[in-house]
C-alpha cells in the first residue's frame, strides 16, 4: 500500500520561497497521478499542481507562475516549488496520488485538481506566509 510523507513546509515572508517534497513508499510501480492540494481553516481543501503520468501538468489560476510541480526519476516522488509567495498562500499542504489512468480524461484536464480523484493522501505539511 502506498504511503506519502510530506516535508518542507515552515514560515516564510511574503515574496519568499519553500520546496515541498512528498515521498512514497509501499509502491511497486511509478505510474501515478501526483498532486498538490491545501487547506486553509474554515476553508475547503483545494488542488494547487498536478501532474500526470503522461507528463501533463495543471495548475490552479492561483498559483501559476509562481508554483512548479515536479517529480523524481527512479522513485516515486513529487516536489513542488513554491516562489513569491503570498499570504494567501497560508495554508496546510497536502500530497497525494493515485494510479494512472484512474482520473477520467477532460479538455483541459480540471478533474486533475479535484480532491476526490485521489484516493492516497499524505499527512501534510503547514506553510505560513507572513506579511
Known amino acids: 500500500q502506498v504511503q506519502l510523507v510530506e516535508s518542507g513546509g515552515g514560515s516564510v515572508q511574503s515574496g519568499g520561497a519553500l520546496r515541498l517534497s512528498c515521498e512514497a513508499s509501499g509502491y511497486t510501480h511509478r505510474s501515478y497521478c501526483m498532486g498538490w492540494f491545501r487547506q486553509a481553516p474554515g476553508q475547503e481543501r483545494e488542488g494547487v499542481a498536478a501532474?500526470?503520468?503522461?507528463?501533463?501538468?495543471k495548475y490552479a489560476d492561483s498559483v501559476k507562475g509562481r508554483f512548479t510541480i515536479s517529480v523524481a526519476s527512479g522513485k516515486l516522488a513529487s516536489y513542488l516549488q513554491m516562489n513569491s509567495l503570498k499570504p494567501d498562500d497560508t495554508a496546510m499542504y497536502y500530497c497525494?496520488?493515485?494510479?494512472?489512468?484512474?482520473?477520467?480524461?477532460?479538455?483541459?484536464?480540471?478533474?486533475?485538481?479535484?480532491?476526490?480523484?485521489?484516493?492516497?493522501w499524505g499527512q501534510g505539511t503547514q506553510v505560513t506566509v507572513t506579511s
Open positions: 497525494a496520488a493515485v494510479e494512472r489512468g484512474s482520473i477520467l480524461w477532460t479538455p483541459d484536464r480540471p478533474r486533475l485538481l479535484l480532491p476526490d480523484e485521489y484516493s492516497t
Open positions: 501532474l500526470d503520468a503522461d507528463g501533463t501538468t
